[in-house]
T-cell receptor, first 111, second 115 residues
Framework: AAGVIQSPRHLIKEKRETATLKCYPI?????VYWYQQGPGQDPQFLIS???????DKGSIPDRFSAQQFSDYHSELNMSSLELGDSALYFC??????????FGPGTRLTVL | AQKVTQAQTEISVVEKEDVTLDCVYE???????LFWYKQPPSGELVFLIR??????QNEISGRYSWNFQKSTSSFNFTITASQVVDSAVYFC????????????FGQGTELSVKP
């Protein structure tokens, strides 16, 4: 069965650089979620999209933005990266009101 | 405010022992969902179960079982006859119905199963 695809799987950036994370949801899933998991922490909700519209927003820094495209894939754009942005970033997808399935995550390291 | 608490930070057992992971949640909403996810050392989050707030029936799936008690706001997870492959961090999570679907995670319990 198809799963959520995230790219890249690993990313190393310098402080103040920009990063773009991509997420390809499971086919026919209309909702995408982004979560950030710091080292030894639980995942924290960042933002979600339903049918290409932002549906909810969590603790997402203003330096971050995201969108969902017409093919339902989503991108998380992160600018002016800080050391504290180093984390595992998960994308999850669901069909409306059903359980979320998570991608393998993108491990971002900011040096 | 909604909150999920997993008081056990780490648990270590020997293979074939039974182990129960505790989860206590807080919410004033009457309609919600509870989840368990497994995060093995490779890092991915694996969905295990979803329960809605109106279904208190316990569930068993192979060596896994879940005990949902609204009276104590708990949703505990038991692994019977644990195996080394069960070693992982386990997260309990809460989703409030009709609030966009975001998951509120507990802090996680790291389970180590030794041979």
């Amino acid at each position: 069965a198809a799963g959520v695809i995230q790219s890249p799987r690993h990313l190393i950036k310098e402080k103040r650089e920009t990063a773009t994370l991509k997420c390809y949801p499971i086919p026919r899933h209309d909702t995408v979620y982004w979560y950030q998991q710091g080292p030894g922490q639980d995942p924290q909700f960042l933002i979600s999209f339903y049918e290409k519209m932002q549906s909810d927003k969590g603790s997402i820094p203003d330096r971050f933005s995201a969108q969902q495209f017409s093919d339902y894939h989503s991108e998380l754009n992160m600018s002016s990266l800080e050391l504290g942005d180093s984390a595992l970033y998960f994308c999850a997808s669901s069909s409306r009101l059903n359980e979320q399935f998570f991608g393998p995550g993108t491990r971002l390291t900011v040096l | 405010a909604q909150k999920v608490t997993q008081a056990q930070t780490e648990i270590s057992v020997v293979e074939k022992e039974d182990v129960t992971l505790d989860c206590v949640y807080e919410t004033r909403d009457t309609t919600y969902y509870l989840f368990w996810y497994k995060q093995p050392p490779s890092g991915e989050l694996v969905f295990l179960i979803r329960r809605n707030s109106f279904d208190e029936q316990n569930e068993i799936s192979g060596r896994y079982s879940w005990n949902f008690q609204k009276s104590t706001s708990s949703f505990n997870f038991t692994i019977t006859a644990s195996q080394v492959v069960d070693s992982a961090v386990y997260f309990c999570a809460l989703e409030i119905y009709n609030q966009g679907g975001k998951l509120i995670f507990g802090q996680g319990t790291e389970l180590s199963v030794k041979p």
